[in-house]
């Protein structure tokens, strides 16, 4: 074996390893830019062109010989020289998301106020929080949006992780929005540039086709940063428009809610499967008799007060009234149907894949502690309900929970369903919602909320909303979201807390220690005290009614 | 048109719907809103009797519907010193709905027109749940843009009960953006639009 042949070997040993320890792409360009190399010092020094190196950097191709080995090795004595800032050891999965470079709103200036109660205004200069140029000024004299009301693109994209399922180090190889942003972001926010890369484990050959559920969930991803910017801009927009002046954006922005949440609903449905029916052929008992009666749907709204218990009566119970946060968003997740309504008789209509509306005759409710999941009816007979509260009633009558016998079923008008109809809507509102609760922001909370629940509201026949015409969609999200209480109602009194009261749509209140059975806070998951006028809110007691 | 074409026998294996030109003038007809208030109730009639009142162009309505009173009975009326008969009452509605939807055809056209751009239809097809599922044919709901020229025409013809008009109408929106599966929405359960 001549030496010639174990140089090879070297060689190709030496090669191997410098390309086991190749940094992820924004890795490369955080060491060059830390050595202070421009790209075309280090195109010169490795034998390429400039463009190679830039594409290298951003993960278009790989780095490739001739070359390949020289730019490696460049590499690795520059990582030697600026390591990575945060973990020394590259498998370990590290949060470098987190955006401390976003400076937070208690550290900055407060706006100046005009004495007319408007911004005051002057040169335009790039904004202290987000950078991009506005003429409105903070009581510093240097340029802030109105209110600090601005959001660095940077901190809603780092905020928003794919989805869990699919792994990031693909992604980070690939150009991924935050690298093609950040050059154009001014001063700030050079940190910005090395978010996830350093995370990925160094593999010599990364996946160049992601996997279907990878690009989907990139694509969703990327749809969603779409579409929330749509909300931050249109709050951006009416707070430039009304000078700073918080109530009157809020009102403008509320006026045009419903065509803004039309417009996000489009959005959302960009690619999906399913082509929904906007005016179907509805049948009577959808249509209402006119503008001020009610078709014939029962949504199952409940109303109860425990007939144990009163105000009235002497005694040292202690209640807590309950509230649900975003009751009708969180009931965005329910079975709609797709296309135009069928009849069938019988139960033939019912079928998990299938949703609608159905007449049905209940079985009587006799459960003394919880309350009856049809709501609060006066008279007894058939009745038309929704499919969520069918599904309601099927589970209760099945063997797990055997709580009353199923409901006899007379008739349907129903189609073929799905769950993840207004999914991606809700997970875009939800997470604006969510953002905006963070930072305090209460004017983009405001405006979430106005669109989801003016959506729910006119999705039927509304003179106010015309892209849509499915009232009953809107009676299944209703019930539905009655049928998320009960499961609340049920959930408590499983722990041992007795239910006092379940009333609206998300109003529950119950006695002992709640914070056991539900975590306090103001997520959709979560529960809060509901403070009002009326007698029984907030922390109250009852007496016990002697019968 | 319609009639030699493949729905020569419409209904005969049980398909259900209405001609699209009768749902696309439904659907004008919607567009229209005016007083909610029933002419039986005391606000509805005071409304309708000041909206007649105050142009020469509701008087003619009132004549065309056949209300030939003095103008002391008229006076009465706006007074709420005297309330119409039945007949009456229901004249005055009839002359108030005629009237409205005169008034608002300039706003039709332009809300359908859209600037140009012109109003997407969602067309639901023939109810077949009742044909043997040998005779079916498969049609699915389309969608297709109709420009502000045709809607122009449409809400003139809507507006002068143009029957006829109507029709040629609808078969020209349905030939013009349906390819060759036109034919099947000559019948159609619903027409639905956002303008």
Redesign the interface.
């Known amino acids: 074996m001549g030496d010639d042949q174990l140089d090879g070997v070297e060689a190709l040993l030496e090669e191997a390893r410098l390309t086991a320890r190749m940094p992820p792409p924004a890795e490369r360009q955080r060491l060059r830019e830390a050595a202070g190399l421009s790209r075309a010092q280090v195109a010169n020094a490795v034998g390429v062109g400039r463009q190679t190196i830039a594409n290298w950097e951003s993960g278009d191709t790989d780095p490739q010989p001739p070359g390949r080995v020289k730019y490696l090795r460049l590499l690795e004595g520059l990582a030697q020289i600026h390591p990575a800032p945060v973990a020394a050891t590259p498998q370990a999965p590290i949060e470098t998301t987190t955006p401390q470079a976003l400076v937070p709103a208690s550290d900055l200036p407060q706006s100046a106020f005009r004495p007319d109660g408007l911004v005051v205004q002057g040169e335009p200069e790039p904004c202290i929080r987000c950078g991009v140029v506005t003429p409105f000024k903070a009581t510093d004299g240097r340029s802030l949006h109105p209110g600090a009301m601005c959001q660095p693109a940077v901190a809603a994209l780092s905020q928003r992780p794919a989805e869990p399922g699919a792994p990031q180090a693909p992604a980070a190889a690939s150009t991924t929005p935050q690298t093609a942003n950040t050059p154009a972001t001014p001063a700030p926010r050079t940190a910005a540039p090395a978010p996830a890369p350093a995370a990925a484990t160094p593999s010599p050959t990364p996946a160049p086709v992601p996997s279907r559920p990878q690009r989907r969930a990139k694509s969703a991803a990327r749809a969603q940063t779409e579409t929330s910017g749509l909300i931050t801009r249109a709050v951006h927009e009416e707070l430039e428009r009304a000078e700073g002046d918080a109530d009157a954006a809020l009102q403008a922005l509320i006026k045009r809610a419903i065509p803004d949440v039309m417009r996000l609903f489009e959005e959302t449905r960009a690619t999906a499967r399913y082509?929904y029916?906007?005016?179907?052929?509805l049948p009577d008992i959808l249509h209402k008799p006119s503008?001020?009666e009610p078709d014939h749907i029962w949504e199952a709204r409940p109303n109860f007060h425990h007939p144990h218990y009163s105000l009235k009566a002497t005694g040292t119970i202690a209640v807590t009234a309950l509230d649900a946060n975003a009751a009708y968003l969180s009931a965005f997740k329910s079975w709609l149907p797709i296309?135009?309504l069928?009849?069938h008789t019988g139960s033939h209509g019912v079928d998990p894949k299938r949703s609608g509306v159905h007449l049905i005759t209940p079985a009587p409710w006799n459960h003394p502690h919880l309350p009856d999941p049809l709501g609060d009816r006066d008279q007894p007979g058939p009745l038309w309900i929704t499919d969520a509260t069918l599904r309601l009633l099927l589970r209760l009558s099945g063997p797990k929970y055997g709580l009353i016998d199923p409901p006899a079923i007379h008739e349907s008008w129903t189609s073929g369903a799905t769950e993840n109809f207004l999914d991606a809507l809700r997970k875009v509102l939800a997470a604006a919602r969510e953002t905006a609760i963070a930072e305090d922001d209460s004017i983009t909370e405001e405006y979430v909320k106005a669109m989801y629940s003016k959506f729910v509201s006119t999705m039927g026949e509304s003179?106010h909303n015309?892209?849509?015409?499915r009232p009953d969609w809107m009676h299944i999200i209703h019930s539905q979201a009655y049928a998320n209480l009960w499961g609340k109602a049920y959930k408590a009194h499983q722990a041992g807390l007795e239910v006092i009261a379940m009333m609206g749509t998300d109003e529950l209140h119950v006695t002992g220690d709640w914070r056991r059975v539900f975590s306090e806070g103001r997520g959709l998951a979560q529960m809060k005290i509901k403070h009002s006028d009326a007698k029984a809110s907030g922390e109250y007691t009852v007496g016990k009614v002697a019968r | 048109m319609a009639q030699d074409s493949r729905w020569r026998h419409y209904g005969h294996y049980g398909a259900r719907g209405l001609p699209g030109w009768v749902a696309l003038a439904e659907g004008i007809d919607k567009m229209v809103t005016g007083i909610e208030s029933p002419v039986t109730s005391e606000r509805g009639l005071a409304a309708r009797l000041r909206y007649l009142t105050t142009s020469d162009a509701g008087y003619e309505a009132m004549d065309r519907a056949g209300i030939h009173v003095r103008p002391a009975t008229l006076i009465a009326w706006l007074a709420e010193e005297r309330t119409p008969s039945k007949p009456h009452l229901a004249r005055l509605d009839a002359a108030y709905w005629a009237l409205r939807r005169r008034n608002v055809v300039a706003d039709l056209k332009r809300r359908l027109g859209n600037r140009g751009r012109g109003t997407r239809i969602e067309i639901d097809p023939a109810d077949q749940s009742w044909v043997a599922p040998r005779h079916r044919r498969t049609v699915q709901t389309r969608s297709i843009n109709v420009r502000g020229s045709i809607w122009d025409r449409a809400v003139d013809a809507w507006i002068a009960d143009d029957t006829r008009e109507l029709e040629a109408i609808w078969d020209e929106i349905i030939q013009g953006g349906l390819g060759t599966d036109w034919d099947a929405y000559t019948f159609v359960s619903s027409v639905g639009w956002a303008a």
């Open positions: 082509q029916t906007a005016y179907p052929t503008k001020r296309g135009k069928e009849h003179i015309r892209a849509l015409q």
